[in-house]
């Protein structure tokens, strides 16, 4: 699976992620006052993210909701200052149990993007994304790798159960029979409790 190139410049000034918390399923009540006939069960909205933070770095960018194109590869927005939500299943939002994945471009037509400072991220570091409804999720980074662009593992669903982030953005040289520079780095991170 090849991730179709996608830029973010950082042309929108940083601001602070919202204070309020995620705490748990209860951060929106959906439970109907009133009952329905036989067993129906009550469904919870999903969670929308609208915007990414790079927490340490002071950057941050809005989010839009992408899927797989027919030919396989990760749709991108094409404002060039958004990061790419893969919002289809079987992928989640990020903090929910499986791999949600956030992809932006390092570089687009010689102007550095959003995501160009994943390649500086530590083990530990903290990111946060914002949430419709105005709550915020803390993820923290817990690997920082390479691989390359036709690595399907790095778009993989299967999480062991756990709740991951997975954060992807090209390296290297444009090449132009791939459509794709050849590289990505992949940056791992899981849900924490932040205050």
Same mark, same amino acid.
């Given at each position: 699976?090849?991730?179709?190139?996608?830029?973010?410049?950082?042309?929108?000034? /940083?601001?602070?992620? @919202?204070?309020?918390?995620?705490?748990? #399923?209860?951060? %929106?009540?959906?439970?109907?006052?009133? =009952?329905?006939?036989?067993?129906?069960?009550? *469904?919870?909205?999903?969670?929308?993210?609208?915007?990414? /933070?790079?927490?340490?770095?002071?950057?941050?960018?809005?989010?839009?909701? *992408?899927?797989?194109?027919?030919?396989? !590869?990760?749709?991108?927005? @094409?404002?060039?200052?958004?990061?790419? &939500?893969?919002? !289809?299943?079987? &992928?989640?939002?990020?903090?929910?149990?499986?791999?949600?994945?956030?992809?932006?471009?390092?570089? /687009?037509?010689?102007?550095?993007? +959003?995501?160009?400072?994943?390649?500086?991220? #530590?083990?530990?570091?903290?990111?946060?994304?914002?949430?419709?409804?105005?709550? +915020?999720? /803390?993820?923290?980074?817990?690997?920082? =790798?390479? $691989?390359?662009?036709?690595? #399907?593992?790095?778009?993989?669903? @299967?999480?062991?159960?756990?709740? %991951?982030? +997975?954060?992807? =953005?090209?390296?290297?040289?444009?090449?132009?029979?791939?459509?794709?520079?050849?590289?990505?780095?992949?940056? *791992?991170?899981?849900?924490?409790? $932040?205050?």
């Amino acid at each position: 699976m090849v991730i179709r190139e996608l830029v973010l410049f950082p042309s929108q000034p /940083y601001v602070e992620p @919202d204070s309020t918390v995620y705490l748990g #399923s209860n951060i %929106i009540d959906v439970t109907p006052n009133f =009952t329905l006939p036989g067993d129906y069960p009550v *469904v919870t909205p999903r969670p929308i993210p609208i915007k990414f /933070y790079f927490v340490e770095k002071r950057v941050s960018c809005d989010i839009v909701k *992408v899927n797989i194109a027919p030919n396989g !590869q990760m749709e991108v927005d @094409d404002k060039a200052s958004n990061a790419s &939500w893969l919002s !289809q299943a079987p &992928w989640v939002a990020p903090g929910e149990i499986g791999n949600s994945i956030i992809a932006g471009h390092v570089t /687009y037509a010689g102007v550095k993007g +959003t995501f160009s400072i994943l390649k500086e991220l #530590s083990i530990g570091e903290v990111l946060a994304v914002g949430f419709e409804g105005g709550y +915020t999720k /803390y993820f923290e980074v817990v690997s920082v =790798t390479e $691989h390359k662009y036709n690595d #399907s593992s790095i778009m993989t669903s @299967d999480s062991n159960g756990e709740a %991951i982030m +997975t954060l992807i =953005t090209c390296k290297g040289d444009f090449n132009s029979s791939l459509g794709s520079s050849e590289t990505r780095v992949v940056a *791992v991170c899981k849900p924490i409790d $932040h205050k």
